[in-house]
């Protein structure tokens, strides 16, 4: 469903760079909220954007997916274990 539409609302290019289809959906790791479809480049480089200059900064100010809300699920599941986690370090440390 997302991408069915996504795909078309990005005109069938990646959200981050505008050059290439996307063959990802991206999402954030720690809200797990759905951002948009990336190309393969951009999704294991978006730290060090090889495209254009600052294309994460304006993809992450306005993610094509924002409006809809959509929820990653494995990735909210991944946060509260790792939470789950830290909480239970900080207790037995102290």
């Not at 997916?65 to 494995?74: C, I, K, L, S």
Request: charged share 25%; aromatic share 10%; proline share 6%.
């Amino acid at each position: 469903f997302v991408w069915k539409v996504l795909y078309p609302l990005q005109r069938y290019r990646c959200a981050a760079c505008q050059l290439r289809p996307p063959h990802v959906v991206d999402h954030d790791h720690m809200t797990g909220l759905v951002r948009g479809l990336l190309c393969w480049d951009c999704n294991s480089t978006e730290s060090r954007c090889v495209h254009t200059r600052d294309c994460f900064g304006r993809y992450r100010q306005n993610p094509p997916a924002a409006q809809f809300g959509w929820v990653y699920p494995r990735a909210v599941e991944k946060a509260r274990r790792k939470d789950a986690e830290r909480q239970a370090r900080i207790v037995a440390a102290s």
